[in-house]
T-cell receptor, first 113, second 111 residues
């Protein structure tokens, strides 16, 4: 248990569906991150929130939409995804921004059909 | 774009043999972090190196940060089955404070 909880753990969705991934951290951290992990590729940083403000958006397609209502919760809203978006989506938090030591959740395994 | 190259992609070892993975950056790093991801699991932070030439040890694991702060290595002595997993480095770029991840090295213990 890392103190970072992601739900759901697995998700299968059609290309026309809308779904959301949820992340919650119980560590009192101020920064939260979304990462995408595909097979045989480096971890891709998608979004960074620092004190609830989005500080990084690494050219992520608009079909991925993050939301950070408070420093403990982070969502990733998904709509009209493509099969190549199938991957493990990892949430992480760190005490502060600046990419310090990150604590990862267990991830959501997403399959787009 | 900025990259952190990590090699090898895979390393097969007999239990008891040593293992090493290397990371190289094209630009100077502020720091480098190392993570381990067990099969089916998530990355877990191992260590962060900040100083030029820094060497840190955790039991059988030795981490090094190069003098120029552009490369790093992780060496495991006498591997055990519990060491199985993928080891990632992540470098914080000096220029823009972006964290760039290596592709990982998968440690496989031969049966």
């Amino acid at each position: 248990e890392t103190g970072v909880t992601q739900t759901p753990r697995h998700l299968v969705m059609g290309m026309t569906n809308k779904k959301s991934l949820k992340c919650e951290q119980h560590l009192g951290h101020n920064a939260m991150y979304w990462y995408k992990q595909s097979a045989k590729k480096p971890l891709e940083l998608m979004f960074v929130y620092n004190f609830k403000e989005q500080t990084e958006n690494n050219s992520v397609p608009s079909r991925f939409s993050p939301e950070c209502p408070n420093s403990s919760h982070l969502f990733l809203h998904l709509h009209t995804l493509q099969p190549e978006d199938s991957a493990l989506y990892l949430c992480a938090s760190s005490p502060e921004g600046g990419n310090t030591e990150a604590f990862f959740g267990q991830g959501t395994r997403l399959t787009v059909v | 774009g900025q990259q952190v190259m990590q090699i090898p992609q895979y390393q097969h070892v007999q239990e008891g043999e040593d293992f090493t993975t290397y990371c190289n950056s094209s630009t100077t790093l502020s720091n480098i972090q190392w993570y381990k991801q067990r099969p089916g699991g998530h990355p877990v932070f191992l260590i962060q190196l900040v100083k030029s030439g820094e060497v840190k040890k955790q039991k059988r694991l030795t981490f090094q940060f190069g003098e120029a702060k552009k490369n790093s290595s992780l060496h495991i002595t006498a591997t055990q089955t519990t060491d199985v997993g993928t080891y990632f480095c992540a470098g914080l770029m000096d220029s823009n404070y972006q964290l760039i991840w290596g592709a990982g090295t998968k440690l496989i213990i031969k049966p």
